[in-house]
């Protein structure tokens, strides 16, 4: 239980970790929370520094959602090798929960970081590297299905909503366990709520597509 608590923290920890805000600090001496969107996170990045730091910070995080999961797996490994797993417990049936409840601290992590003051991105990308080693398959639908409607709308933020609404479909019809059932439906419902401002820009006509700057600062 003791390393459940800890690979639940540190999974917040790993995803607190402000991989946008420090780039664009770093290469434009600016806070990206004061540009744009005011996220953190890599669409913003994209708006402000471009094609390559963007796609940089689209990797890291996504590899903060795999590298938190990675843990569960190598935990549950190393307890089971260990013999620390007591007989009573089923760890079969304990595993996707913990990788649930990981991937939600990772995801609140990256949105409310610890070093940002609770602020940061929309966790989109870190959600990505969750799905994907949760479940490639699963991943690289969602994946998908964000891929083709950024390529017909030319919008990040309608295709993020699309790719959380996607998720716990692609988990019922995969027969995923209840943990990931439920991981899709509170993941993909925090990612929307997180793009309430780009909701209204949306039904107002003015969010900007790929490459182009916001016309509203934060
Ligand atoms: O990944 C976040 C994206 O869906 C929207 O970002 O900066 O346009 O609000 P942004």
Redesign the pocket.
Known sequence: LTGCVAIVVIAYLLGSFPTGYIAVKQLKGIDIREV????T????VL?TLGKGPGAFVLVLDSLKGVLAIALVYWLFNFAANQNLIPPTVDAKLWQPWIVTLTGLAAILGHSKSIFLGFTG?????ISLGILLAMNWQVGLATAGVFAVCAAISRI??????MGAIAVPIFMLVTHQPLPYILFGIAGGLY?IL??R??IERLFAGT??KIGQK?TTEP
Do not use: D, Y
Request: net charge positive.
């Open positions: 744009g969107s005011g996220s996170g890599a669409t913003n708006r991105g929309k966790s989109v990308a990040v933020s309608l295709s993020s909503i990612v997180r793009h401002t780009n969010e900007p916001l």
